[in-house]
C-alpha cells in the first residue's frame, strides 16, 4: 500500500506550496522529494521557512523550480539552521541559479540566514540580472561591509541593465537590517538607490552605519519620488544624518511611514528634520517613529507645529526616551493638542521614559552650534564658487540651496575606492559628486 503524501502547511493551495515553520530537517534529495512532488503546476508562490535545507535538497528544491515559469514569489528565509558555513555557498547556488529565467519571479527572500559575507557571491548574478524582480528582502544575514558592497554594486547593475533595455528599473522594495552594513557600504548602496529611482519601501534598520552613512544614502534615495517606507532605525545620523535626511523629504511626497527611532538626531538634527516637515513636505505621513533621540523641547514643538499644520494624517507617534520631564511638558502638551486638531489624540505612545538634559551638555552643544555655523558659512562659499567652475557657470545652489546651507563639513573622508562603471546620473547628481558634497 503505497505511503499517504506528507502533510503541508494549511497556507498550501493550487498555486502555493508552503512549508512554513515545519521545523523538517532534509538533507538529502530522497527526503524533501515528497513534498516537492506536490508542487502545483502552476504555482505562483513557494514558501521554505522556518525548516533547514541541505546541498541535495536545495538542488533537488532548484531543480523543481527551475521549469515553473508562473512563479511569482520565491521565500528562503531562515532554511541554513545548523548547516556548516561551507555548505551554503552551494546551496545558494542552486536555488537562486533555478530562478534565473523565470519571467513572473517579483519577489525573493533569503533574511535570517547568517551566511555572512563570504556566502554572498551566488546571490549576485540573480539580483544584477533579473529585471523583474520588485521585492528583495536580506535582512539578518551578517553580510557586512564588503557583503553589502557587493549587494549594493548588483542592484546597480540591476538598474542599469533595465534601462540599457529601455525599461525602467522595476525594484520598488529593499529590506536589508541587521546585517552590519557600516560605513563602508553606505556610499554604494546611495548609488543603486539613485539609479534605480523606483523604491517605495527601504527598510535599513540596525547596520551600525554613521552620520556619513545616513548622509549618502538620504541623498542618493532623492531620486526616489514614489518612496513611502523609510525604516532607519539604530543607526546614528547625529546632526549631519538629520540634514541630509531634512533635505530630502521634500523629494517624497508620497512618504507614509519614517522610523528614525534610536538615530541619536540630537537637538538640532531634529530639529532639521521637524521645520522639513513644517514645510508641508510630507502631508501623508502616518507614521512617525522618533524615540530616544535626544529630542528637545524646541524640536518637539516644532514638530507640533508640522502636525497642526500639515499632518492631517499621522496616527501614530513616538517620542519617548527624548528630553523632558514628564507628558505634561509644555512642548508635549503642544503635540497632544496638534493630533487632536485631527481627532488623533491616541497617536502618541507613552510617553514613561523621557530624559532630563543636564546644563554640561547645553553649554557643549552652544560651543558647536558657534564653531559649526562659522565653518558652514565658509564652505558654502567655497561650494558655491567651485560648483559654477565645474557646472560651467550654474548655481550648484539652485536647487540644493537649504542642503548646502545646512550641511555640516568633515574633511578628510575617504571616497569609495570602487565605484561602479557606466553609472547613469542627472547633472545634479553630477554636479553635487565635482563639488565633493559628501
Not at 533537488?60 to 539552521?81: C, M, Q
Not at 530562478?99 to 513572473?104: A, D, G, M, T, V
Not at 557587493?150 to 529593499?174: D, F, M, S, W
Not at 537637538?267 to 514645510?279: A, H, K, T, V
Request: hydrophobic share 35%; charged share 30%.
Amino acid at each position: 500500500m503505497a505511503s499517504s503524501a506528507p502533510a503541508l502547511h494549511p497556507d498550501s493551495s493550487s498555486t502555493v506550496l508552503s512549508l512554513q515553520g515545519l521545523t523538517l530537517k532534509f538533507d538529502s534529495l530522497d527526503q524533501i522529494k515528497p513534498y516537492l512532488e506536490q508542487l502545483p503546476e502552476h504555482v505562483e508562490e513557494v514558501r521554505f521557512g522556518g525548516n533547514t535545507l541541505g546541498i541535495d535538497a536545495c538542488k533537488g528544491v532548484g531543480d523543481a523550480l527551475s521549469t515553473k515559469t508562473s512563479l511569482k514569489t520565491a521565500d528562503f528565509s531562515d532554511i541554513f539552521t545548523g548547516r556548516l558555513i561551507s555548505e551554503i555557498p552551494q546551496s545558494l547556488r542552486s536555488l537562486c541559479d533555478s530562478l534565473l529565467h523565470l519571467p513572473s519571479l517579483v519577489s525573493l527572500d533569503l533574511s535570517d540566514n547568517a551566511f555572512g559575507g563570504r556566502s554572498v557571491e551566488p546571490m549576485l548574478e540573480l539580483i544584477s540580472s533579473h529585471v523583474g524582480l520588485k521585492v528583495l528582502k536580506l535582512n539578518n544575514n551578517g553580510m557586512g561591509p564588503a557583503g553589502g558592497t557587493e549587494i549594493a554594486n548588483a542592484l546597480l547593475a540591476n538598474a542599469n541593465k533595465a534601462k540599457k533595455e529601455g525599461r525602467k528599473p522595476n525594484l520598488q522594495t529593499i529590506i536589508c537590517g541587521r546585517n552590519r552594513l557600516e560605513n563602508g557600504s553606505a556610499p554604494f548602496f546611495a548609488a543603486a538607490f539613485a539609479a534605480l529611482g523606483s523604491l517605495v519601501e527601504v527598510r535599513m534598520p540596525q547596520n551600525g552605519i554613521r552620520m556619513e552613512g545616513i548622509e549618502a544614502i538620504a541623498k542618493g534615495l532623492r531620486k526616489n519620488p514614489d518612496l513611502e517606507i523609510l525604516d532607519l532605525q539604530d543607526n546614528t545620523a547625529t546632526e549631519r544624518g538629520s540634514r541630509a535626511i531634512a533635505g530630502a523629504l521634500s523629494f517624497w511626497p508620497k512618504l507614509h511611514t519614517l522610523n528614525l527611532s534610536d538615530c541619536l538626531l540630537r537637538p538640532r538634527g531634529g530639529l532639521s528634520i521637524m521645520r522639513s516637515l513644517s514645510s508641508g513636505s510630507n502631508p501623508k505621513l502616518a507614521t512617525l517613529k522618533l524615540q530616544s533621540n535626544e529630542l528637545d523641547p524646541v524640536a518637539v514643538t516644532e514638530l507640533s507645529v508640522a502636525i497642526k499644520l500639515h499632518l492631517p494624517l499621522l496616527v501614530a507617534l513616538e517620542l519617548n526616551g527624548n528630553y523632558g520631564e514628564s507628558e505634561e511638558d509644555e512642548c508635549y502638551v503642544a503635540v497632544k493638542e496638534a493630533l487632536e486638531k485631527w481627532d488623533h489624540g491616541d497617536a502618541l505612545d507613552e510617553l514613561d521614559e523621557l530624559e532630563e538634559r543636564d546644563e554640561e551638555e547645553e553649554e557643549e552643544e552652544e560651543e558647536e552650534i558657534e564653531s559649526e555655523d562659522e565653518e558652514v558659512e565658509d564652505k558654502q562659499e567655497e561650494t558655491v564658487v567651485e560648483g559654477k567652475a565645474e557646472t560651467g557657470g550654474e548655481d550648484v545652489r539652485a536647487n540644493e540651496a537649504q542642503v548646502v546651507k545646512d550641511d555640516k563639513v568633515h574633511e578628510n573622508e575617504d571616497e569609495p575606492k570602487n565605484k561602479a562603471d557606466n553609472v547613469e546620473t542627472d547633472d545634479l547628481a553630477d554636479a553635487l559628486g565635482k563639488v565633493h558634497i559628501k
